[in-house]
C-alpha cells in the first residue's frame, strides 16, 4: 500500500504564492515520476506539472514560467513552487505518483486526496 501526503494548499491572493509538497510511502521500490494535476470545478483533471526520475520536468503552458516542479528522492517527495498566482489557478491540486513494487513490477499509478488552492482578493 502507498501512502500520499498532500500539504501547502490555502487561499492567497492574486499574485501571491505557494508552495505544494507531496510525501509519498510505503510498498515503493522506485519512483518514476510524481507530478501535479488540477482541477477547477466543471472542468476536467489537466496536468499541471511532472518531474521524472531522470529530473524530466513537464509543465502546462497555463503555468510555464511561474510554477517550478522539483523533488527530493531521498524522501520521496515533490513540491511545486507557485508564483504570481491567478484567478484562474483556483483548483483542488492532486499529487500523482508512478512507481514500482520491485524491480520486475508494472508501474502504478496513486493519486492523493487533493488540496484546494484557492486564488482571490
Known amino acids: 500500500q502507498v501512502q500520499l501526503v498532500e500539504s501547502g494548499g490555502g487561499l492567497v491572493q492574486p499574485g501571491g504564492s505557494l508552495r505544494l509538497s507531496c510525501a509519498a510511502s510505503g510498498r515503493i521500490w522506485s519512483i518514476n515520476a510524481m507530478g501535479w494535476y488540477r482541477q477547477a470545478t466543471g472542468k476536467e483533471r489537466e496536468l499541471v506539472a511532472i518531474i521524472t526520475s531522470g529530473d524530466s520536468s513537464t509543465y502546462a503552458e497555463s503555468v510555464k514560467g511561474r510554477f517550478t516542479i522539483s523533488r527530493d528522492t531521498a524522501k520521496n517527495t515533490v513540491h511545486l513552487q507557485m508564483a504570481s498566482l491567478k484567478p484562474e489557478d483556483t483548483a483542488v491540486y492532486y499529487c500523482?505518483?508512478?512507481?514500482?513494487?520491485?524491480?520486475?513490477?508494472?508501474?502504478?499509478?496513486?493519486w492523493g486526496q487533493g488540496t484546494q488552492v484557492t486564488v482571490s482578493s
Open positions: 500523482n505518483v508512478r512507481y514500482r513494487v520491485s524491480i520486475l513490477s508494472v508501474v502504478y499509478d496513486y
